[in-house]
């Protein structure tokens, strides 16, 4: 049986995370409150930022960004925001 929480993201109870994908409170709080769904839609967001923004996962200020950007968009509800990405529109 699938593990369920209320998503914080969705604002609905939703399948849960198999195990904790993040280090540290941020990933219990992620684990406890974030749901595979949203945690897919955060992951594509996260493959745009890293590539059009160029940052370095070495980097200790491009993480710091990242998982600020995360925190954002999982649990304020701030969308990501990446210069020049416009999204591609149904009927296209």
């Known amino acids: ?3 369920t929480v209320n998503c914080v993201y969705l ?3 939703a399948e849960g995370l198999g195990f904790q994908l993040y280090p540290g409170d941020l990933g219990k709080r992620i ?3 974030v749901s595979k769904e949203a945690w897919a839609l955060w992951q594509s967001k996260q493959t745009m930022l ?3 923004k ?3 996962m ?3 200020e491009d993480r710091k960004f990242l998982e600020e950007q995360m ?3 999982l649990f ?3 969308d990501v925001e990446i210069e020049g990405y416009v999204p591609q529109k149904d009927d296209e």
């Open 31 to 33: 684990f406890d409150n």
């Open 1 to 3: 049986m699938a593990r």
């Open 71 to 73: 925190v954002n968009f």
């Open 76 to 78: 304020e509800g701030k």
């Open 50 to 52: 890293i590539n059009e």
């Open 54 to 56: 160029k940052l370095n």
């Open 11 to 13: 604002n609905k109870e």
């Open 58 to 60: 070495m980097n200790v």
